[in-house]
């Protein structure tokens, strides 16, 4: 099996290694959500509301897989760290197992209850109808969405992100070809509208289950035994629970956030909607360069956890965070000078653009303390400590937005620019309180 030694190899060129092509994937997985709002921008406003109202709840399914693999990773990065590669490798396929069933239930419970969800967001009539048609489809994906995370677990806890990078890199090419060939039809595919979109996505993710299928057998962890280790065992499906479901609430509270916001934006119009989803597809592009060093920190973490190197713990925090800030702040810059032109890339609706550019001017401001609360979390769930991110997300995603809008455009009638200030406040108090808890945890764990 060959994998980096996390244990014993410089930090920061660990990070480097583990974080640019975490990056470079997520780069085009962005891009890959930007085609999708490209191309549904050709289909009419409506079409590109319904994406931006479909993107929370679409995040529940990341939230589930994204959880599944944040705590699995820690488990299979502690046990190598700790040279228990049997117990490393049964965690690995019990991940697996845990995975396909929680897909099963997410697909029947998704498709039953998201137009409750799309409801409560202001969806009713022709525009739910539209919203369910992008994400029937996804749900009924489910499966191969969690089995891409869970085999990527594997490979991440090994200090693999390249294997990932290449999966999307490939995703967001063939997505330029499937979009419009399925949502405009030819060659004997019907055209499918905005659900064409959720196709193209379906598909690209069955091939990318197949794909990180083969590279996670190859490190020698995806041992099923003809499948016998397939079969649940409670505890270490207990085991992952532990893990995993704290890591998947803090990602459901990243989907509860947008969802809060989209209800209160909802009040100053669809556009003021497609506004905030068009300009978070230009803050995911714009965020790339450090958004692989969450996923640095917590693989190298989790295998130094394991082998009890605190100050390895401690420089790959701060120096993750240091690296956030050489990258970050640069960025920053253009977003906020070219906030307008960015926007009308993607719409020509003007009131559209204003509403976004304006979001993007203030949210530029804010990048550092995004990167400061995902690393500091991402160690904390290295070191087996996952509940933090949860309450964390549960007060910046939900308590604090939901207070300080309501008073900001309901009982003050500031307008909707107020509730990006309220993001921005929201943002870096988080941040301070996340680093000191972090740091606190860490002196604790070294004493």
Request: aromatic share 12%.
């Amino acid at each position: 099996m060959h994998e980096k030694s996390l244990t014993t190899l410089p930090i920061p060129g660990l990070i480097r290694s583990i974080a640019i092509p975490a990056s470079v994937g997520f780069f085009f997985n962005t891009m890959y959500n930007v085609v999708d709002t490209w191309f549904a921008g050709l289909i009419g406003t409506e079409a590109q509301a319904a994406l931006s109202l479909a993107l929370p709840v679409f995040f529940i399914i990341i939230a589930v897989g994204s959880g599944i693999q944040t705590g699995s990773m820690a488990l299979i990065g502690g046990a190598l760290g700790a040279k228990k590669n049997d117990e490393a490798r049964l965690f690995v396929v019990q991940t697996v197992s845990f995975g396909l069933v929680s897909s099963v239930l997410l697909g029947f419970f998704g498709i039953r209850f998201a137009p409750v969800l799309f409801g409560i967001m202001g969806a009713h009539g022709p525009y739910l109808d539209t919203c369910m048609a992008y994400m029937t489809p996804i749900f009924m994906g489910a499966p191969a969405f969690l089995l891409v995370f869970m085999f990527n677990a594997t490979l991440q806890a090994t200090g693999d992100t390249r294997t990932m990078r290449n999966f999307l890199i490939a995703g967001a090419v063939l997505n330029c070809v499937l979009d419009p060939w399925f949502i405009f039809g030819g060659l004997g595919v019907p055209a499918m509208g905005v659900s064409g979109v959720a196709w193209a996505t379906v598909v690209i993710q069955c091939i990318g289950s197949a794909y990180l299928l083969y590279k996670a057998r190859r490190t020698g962890l995806l041992c099923t035994a003809r499948g016998r280790n397939l079969i649940p065992r409670p505890t270490l499906f207990l085991d992952i629970a532990r893990q995993g479901f704290p890591a998947t609430l803090n990602f459901l509270t990243i989907g509860m956030g947008m969802f809060v916001v989209n209800a209160f934006i909802s009040d100053f119009g669809q556009q003021a909607v497609a506004a905030y989803g068009v300009a978070m597809r230009v803050e995911q592009v714009a965020f790339m360069p450090g958004i692989g060093l969450n996923v640095a920190a917590l693989s190298i973490v989790a295998q130094n956890h394991g082998a009890g190197n605190v100050d390895r713990i401690r420089e790959t925090m701060l120096t993750c965070i240091k690296y956030g800030a050489w990258v970050m702040l640069p960025v920053a810059v253009p977003v906020i000078a070219f906030a307008r032109p960015l926007m009308n890339i993607f719409t020509a609706d003007q009131t559209v653009a204003d509403m976004g550019a304006a979001y993007l001017r203030i949210d530029a401001l804010i990048f550092l303390g995004y990167i400061i609360i995902f690393v500091c979390t991402s160690a904390l769930q290295g070191m087996k400590r996952p509940a933090f991110a949860v309450w964390l997300g549960l007060w910046r995603q939900f308590a604090a937005p939901i207070l300080f809008f309501w008073v900001c455009t309901d009982l003050l009638h500031l307008g909707l620019t107020s509730v990006w200030w309220s993001i921005f406040a929201i943002t870096w108090s988080s941040a301070a309180i996340a680093y000191r808890y972090a740091d606190t945890n860490i002196k604790r764990l070294g004493a």
